[in-house]
């Protein structure tokens, strides 16, 4: 707890992101300590967005660039999330996507995640009409 609390109150204090990791992980007392306190960091934001309408991909891509930010450099298991939402919205889309998600990662700007959950409902729900209309399914 007390490396949460260090690295939240050196942003509150308007600090960077760098130098409120380093507060976190030397109230954490160790690696170790600060793995857990970043983990925790981690489910609690994913939780925070888990109703946006994100697709499996996107919250992975989302969590994984939450972590990777928190430990200071981007992770291999980001760089596959990345790919696997470029693959699922297409190789014009998907870059897009993806760059958004990144980037809400490093703010507490949740706008352009829940600008993504409305086009994907918009998006499924074409979907799914059209498919109704092939199949003559309703």
Known sequence: MAGLKA?????ADGKGLAESIAAGKAAAGS?????????TMVSARTDQVSHYGL??????L?????????????SAAQ????????????????GHVAE???????????SDLRLIGAFN???QGALGSAQKKVTGRS
């Open 31 to 39: 690696e170790p300590g600060w793995s857990g306190a970043r983990a």
């Open 7 to 11: 690295f939240g109150t050196s942003l």
């Open 62 to 74: 989302y969590r994984e660039a939450t972590g990777s930010l928190l430990a200071d450099f981007p």
């Open 121 to 123: 409902e918009q998006t």
């Open 79 to 94: 760089q596959t999330a990345r790919q696997a939402v470029i693959n699922e919205a297409g190789p014009g889309l998907g």
């Open 55 to 60: 697709t499996a991909a996107q919250t992975t």
């Open 100 to 110: 958004l998600i990144e980037r809400s990662a490093s703010s507490r700007d949740d």
